[in-house]
Nanobody
Framework: QVQLVESGGGLVQAGDSLRLSCAAS????????MGWFRQAPGKEREFVAG????????SYADSVKGRFTISRDNAKNTVLLQMNSLKPEDTAVYYC?????????????????????WGQGTQVSVSS
């Protein structure tokens, strides 16, 4: 059974840090580019960060650039999102996602439609 399971969300104050983790199982993890998306109440799901299948390339939304860092460990089938200097506008449900086209097309997509695997999400709430 293919699964992506996120953890690490919570309630923090503005300026604090959180680290989200995504554990993958049931798939050849190294073949997937991975991404983090988020969805705030009443808003569309948006791209946050992505990492290539090898970990050699990354991409970030402008809103998180310089504050968030995505990384992966292909030996442990995990992808991390380190979030620093959190702001109230970072409040959302954060989703881990996998793109099987990541290795085939050598891409780091920012489009949710390119990601065929999704976790259940983890809530991040940042108070002012």
């Amino acid at each position: 059974q293919v699964q992506l399971v996120e953890s690490g969300g919570g309630l923090v104050q503005a300026g604090d840090s959180l680290r989200l983790s995504c554990a993958a199982s049931g798939l050849t993890f190294r073949r997937y580019a991975m991404g983090w998306f988020r969805q705030a109440p009443g808003k569309e799901r948006e791209f946050v960060a992505g990492i290539s299948w090898s970990g050699g390339g990354t991409s970030y939304a402008d809103s998180v650039k310089g504050r968030f860092t995505i990384s992966r460990d292909n030996a442990k089938n995990t992808v991390l999102l380190q979030m620093n200097s959190l702001k109230p506008e970072d409040t959302a449900v954060y989703y881990c996602a996998g793109d099987s086209g990541g290795s085939v097309y050598a891409r780091i997509s920012t489009r949710a439609a390119d990601f065929g695997l999704w976790g259940q999400g983890t809530q991040v709430s940042v108070s002012s």
